[in-house]
């Protein structure tokens, strides 16, 4: 490590000043080409979302978008990471479809909940966030049409299915039209010291995800659940001795301070939001399909319904089972397969099923989202 101090500009070597100048001076003229090319791509995706409209046809595209994405990656060398490759194109098509009309987007939980994160991951800065209180209200928004989409959570790799998720697909089987895979790191915010901390607020999943490292750093605590992340964090502003377990972006924007960083007891640790929308989705060649159904309650059903599965050789990749709403012994299976609900072998297997069951829902099928660190 050097120990050289830093000057400022005005006292650098002549030769040096004049280098700075000439290369700040590149950069002004590429500036002005880069924005020319942006607001020219703009005008050319803003024409397609209006012959898309003109036409009945969705303005907005996962499965467009990601393909946009996987050329640019494939063509690009550096030295700018993938990440920041794909964070700007993501606002550039966020802010080409707004240029038509802002994509309406419901999600659960205040601004810098994990939601929120999930939700501009996927739809940009430039799209239209309403945050609501509950998971069944992202529901209604969609159906009511109040909001194009919905981002709900789905499922979190250390504490499975989330389970009012899942029931509401019951009540309200909303189409599936895409999916966030968001690497969840939790951050303990605060304006005490760690040592002087007594109270740490924030939803269940996310003290039970971090569990171990409290106990081992602060089993003095009292542990508080609240309905969000973003409102945990927002409760560690105001009290004293009390701290927080929120996402990285909640604690910039409440002006919290960072009493312990990436606490998760599992360090990979991704939670799948579903978005929620009336649209269908074309094949993108890496396609997940999620399905919902009800096998009669005897012995071998649920066994007979998942060997369809097996002699069409598609790959189940998760299933839950969940209480039937009103019912003390019968149960609902929530399923994602690989595949697209418009191939040949899925469509095989989904009638099928649907001979077996009492009765099948297909949710969607969507492109396999890769996994965003938050």
Known sequence: MTNRKRRSEQAAPKGASKELATLRVAIDKLDRQILDLLNRRAELAARI???????????????????????VLEAHRGPLSETCVRAIFRELMSGSRALQRPTRVAFLGPEHSFSHVAARERFGASAD??????IPTVFEAVAA???????????NSTDGGIAETLDMFVRMPLRICGEIRLRIHHYLLGRCPRGQVRRVYSKPQALSQCRRWLAQHLP????????????????????????????????????????AKRIEDYQNNVTRFAVVGDLSESRSGADRTSILFKVPHKPGSLADALAIFKRNRIN?????????????Q???????????????????????????????????SYPISPIYDE
């Open 49 to 71: 979302g209006q012959i898309k409209d003109q036409n009945g046809l969705d303005v907005y595209s996962p499965v467009r978008e990601e393909d946009v994405i996987r050329k």
């Open 129 to 134: 966030y309403v945050g609501v209180a509950t």
């Open 220 to 259: 003095q605590a009292e542990t508080i659940e609240v309905s969000s992340t973003a409102e945990a964090a927002r409760l560690a502003r105001t009290e004293p001795n009390a701290a927080a377990i929120a996402s990285r972006q909640a604690g910039v924007h409440y002006g919290l301070d960072f009493l």
């Open 145 to 155: 049409k109040h909001a194009d989409f919905g981002v709900v959570p789905l499922e």
């Open 316 to 328: 189940l990749t998760w299933i839950e089972s969940f209480p039937l709403r009103g019912s003390d």
């Open 330 to 364: 019968e149960y609902v299976f929530f399923a994602d397969l690989l595949g697209h609900e418009s191939q040949t072998t899925v469509k095989r297997a989904l009638a099928a099923l649907e001979r077996k069951a009492d009765w099948l829902h297909v949710l969607g």
